[in-house]
Nanobody
Framework: QVQVLESGGGLVQAGGSLRLSCAASGRTDGRYYIGWFRQAPGKSREFVAR????????TYADFVKGRFTVSRDKAKNTVYLQMISLKPEDTAVYYC???????????????WGQGTQVTVSS
């Protein structure tokens, strides 16, 4: 069992920056992935980025490449999502989630946080 808790959301002007945190607890080990997702009003939840808990693998959605960076502080059991050059279309509730791959494949994200609101004003 893994628990994740997001924090760090807020209101920022377009072009600004925010750093989201995802504190993980429970049975985390190097095999787990921590992912960031977001859901804007009236839209489906979408993948943003992910990192393997061991820190040796990251993946990003095309629309955030070059603007968002996912990283991990193992000592603090925390994964970060650093967001720069924010745009109004980045406005959404951001969630972190944990997944344990099976045979190297993530089949489902089983553990979710409650989400943190990010609002980017124009």
């Amino acid at each position: 069992q893994v628990q994740v808790l997001e924090s760090g959301g807020g209101l920022v002007q377009a072009g600004g920056s925010l750093r989201l945190s995802c504190a993980a607890s429970g049975r985390t080990d190097g095999r787990y992935y921590i992912g960031w997702f977001r859901q804007a009003p009236g839209k489906s939840r979408e993948f943003v980025a992910r990192i393997r808990w061991s820190g040796d693998s990251t993946t990003y959605a095309d629309f955030v490449k070059g603007r968002f960076t996912v990283s991990r502080d193992k000592a603090k059991n925390t994964v970060y999502l650093q967001m720069i050059s924010l745009k109004p279309e980045d406005t959404a509730v951001y969630y972190c989630a944990a997944a344990l791959p099976v045979a190297g494949v993530i089949r489902s994200w089983d553990y979710w946080g409650q989400g943190t609101q990010v609002t980017v004003s124009s």
